[in-house]
């Protein structure tokens, strides 16, 4: 399988070319030349495999440049039961008949992003052994990122991570959860500012490509397609426990923020999975709906972008929004070209034409909704009252759309991004009771913590990095 660019590069690459980039050289970001097909016969075989098994054949699909004992080994390490809690790896809570949440936060940091982190960690170690480098990973967290990102890349060998987070600002189980890791090679930096204080300074550090060099700096962002590619297994694990039949139809609702999340969905949906629809449920940061309902992408700056009580969803652009734009234009690379880096950058937006616009749901089976902090009490409460289940605030925000947006004998399944105990104080409010938390969990803030406050200054930055490496 080779990779190309949604602006139009396609310069030959293959999956390992790529693991350690970030946008493609021409802005663009990275997509599989084409997608593998799966049919029936496939999915019946597929049917009855673990987890590990099952990603191990959809990954081999899309990378042939690492041999296939060591793929194995190395998936087979990742998605354990002693890792992520259960022999499912991804198990169903059925909430009643024809919708079920898909249990996706079950690793190490109760947010599904451990489900493409914990990979990218082994292919990581693996590939920098293989070429005899190391890596330096610079990141900024509001929170879940940055400690999935830690908990990925704890004590692999060829890499360092520095994480910036806002001093002060994430939760105090988020805080806890990061500072209380003691590895030599994870460094926290807690900045005396803002969120976007932390990312402009990853931002200036990468733009100085000597530094960037020389420290072989790199990130681990959402646009970063192994993480992708990681994403796809469980849209197909979901499918097969919903299931009797390989030829019937299921939707998914999915919380999104950057977009990576549904756009694996997307990339199931186009290898063949029968997906019927893919739901994109936002919160009050409605720039994703608003282009699903009328053709128009008009991303926010930070200043317009909303605290909510689902912050993991607080984005101003859909990093990986561009991916699926790509496809709706039938891969014209001049045409998103124009979109992304022409039009949004001189009118701040762009629109479709309507015939593109009539492909979203008729071709892609697209579709989305919104929630607000209101819905989001009242969804956690509902959960409560008629199924008995406490779900976190993303969640919420995915159950409220999926709601409204179910269809009769089609199974709604509602991707379950974060567990409650991550965001206690908007379940206290909600339901008036501390949400449940994993008992190795029950002493998390009351550990030491290892975390260096610093200024807002990228040269301070800088030279802890230096001193560091
Ligand atoms: C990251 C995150 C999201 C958004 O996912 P995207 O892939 O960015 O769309 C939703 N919920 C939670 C809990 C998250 O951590």
């Given at each position: ?5 949604t602006?139009g ?5 293959h ?6 980039e970030g946008?493609?050289?021409d802005?663009?970001l990275y ?6 097909q799966?049919?029936?016969a496939?999915l019946?075989?597929?049917?009855g ?6 990603a ?5 699909l899309?990378?042939?440049d690492?041999?296939?004992?060591d ?8 998605y354990t ?16 008949e024809?919708?079920?949440?898909v249990a996706?936060?079950n690793?190490p940091?109760?947010?599904?992003k451990?489900?493409?982190?914990q ?7 693996y590939?920098l052994?293989?070429?005899g480098?190391t890596?330096?990973?610079l990141g ?9 990102a830690?908990?990925?890349?704890r004590g692999?060998a060829?890499?360092q991570v520095f994480m910036?987070?806002p ?5 105090p ?8 890791l003691?590895?030599a090679n994870?460094?926290n930096l807690a900045?005396?500012?803002?969120f976007?204080?932390c990312?402009?300074?990853v931002k200036a550090?990468s733009?100085?490509?000597?530094f ?11 646009i970063?397609w ?5 994403q796809?297994v469980?849209?197909f694990a979901a499918?097969?426990?919903a299931?009797?039949?390989d030829d019937?139809?299921?939707?998914f609702?999915v919380?999104?923020?950057n ?11 186009m290898?063949?999975?029968p ?7 936002t919160n009050?940061n409605?720039?994703?709906?608003e282009?699903?309902?009328?053709g128009v ?11 909510t009580?689902s912050?993991s ?5 859909a990093?990986?929004?561009?991916r699926f734009?790509?496809d709706?234009?039938d891969?014209?690379g001049n045409?998103?070209r124009?979109?992304f ?5 001189t009118q ?8 593109e616009r009539?492909r979203i ?11 607000t902090?209101?819905?989001r009490l009242?969804t ?5 009252q008629?199924?008995?289940?406490v779900?976190d605030?993303h969640?919420a925000d995915?159950?409220k759309v ?6 009769p004998?089609v199974?709604m399944l ?6 409650p105990a991550k965001?206690?104080a ?5 339901l ?5 938390r994993?008992?190795a969990?029950a ?5 030491p913590?290892r975390?260096q ?13 230096t001193?560091h490496?």
């Open positions: 399988m080779k990779y190309l660019s602006r590069d396609r310069t030959e690459r999956f390992c070319d790529i693991l350690l946008l493609a050289p802005g663009g997509l599989p030349t084409s997608y593998p799966v049919d029936s496939l019946a075989r597929w049917r495999l673990s987890y590990a098994d099952l191990v054949e959809i990954l081999s899309y990378i042939d690492i041999p296939a004992d793929l194995k080994a190395l998936v087979r390490r990742t039961e002693a890792v992520f809690g259960s022999p499912q790896i991804t198990p169903l809570k059925p909430l009643e024809d919708l079920a949440l996706l936060s690793g940091t109760l947010a599904f451990d489900m493409a982190m990979l990218l960690g082994q292919l990581f170690e590939e052994g293989r070429r480098e890596l330096n990973i900024a967290t509001s929170g879940d990122t940055g400690s999935a830690e908990y990925a890349m692999k060829g890499i910036l987070s001093n002060g600002r994430m939760s189980f988020q805080q806890a959860q990061m500072f209380s003691q590895d994870i460094h900045l005396d500012g803002v976007d204080d990312q402009d300074i550090v733009n100085d490509l000597d960037k060099r020389r420290y072989r700096i790199g990130t681990v962002n959402s970063n192994a993480r992708l590619l990681a796809v469980y849209y499918f097969f426990q299931t009797r039949r019937q139809r299921v939707s609702t919380p999104s923020g977009f990576g999340n549904v756009c694996a969905g997307h990339v199931a949906r290898m063949g999975l997906i019927e629809r893919l739901v994109v449920a009050e409605d720039v994703l709906d282009f699903f309902r009328t992408y008009r991303p926010r700056g930070a200043a317009q972008t909303l605290e009580s912050p969803m607080d984005i101003s652009k990093s990986n929004f561009e734009v790509f709706l234009l891969r014209d045409r998103v124009q979109l880096g022409e039009q949004l950058a701040g937006f762009f629109a479709l034409t309507e015939a009539a749901s008729e071709r892609f089976g697209f579709s989305s909704g919104r929630s902090h209101a819905d009242a956690i409460r509902l959960c409560h008629r199924y008995g289940h779900i605030t969640t995915g159950l999926a709601l409204e947006q179910r269809q004998g199974p509602v991707l379950e991004t974060a567990l965001f206690a908007t379940i206290e409010e909600a008036g009771l501390v949400p449940p994993p008992a969990l002493d998390l803030e009351s550990r913590k975390v406050v610093l200024p807002v200054s990228v040269e301070q930055i800088k030279q802890f990095i001193t490496v």
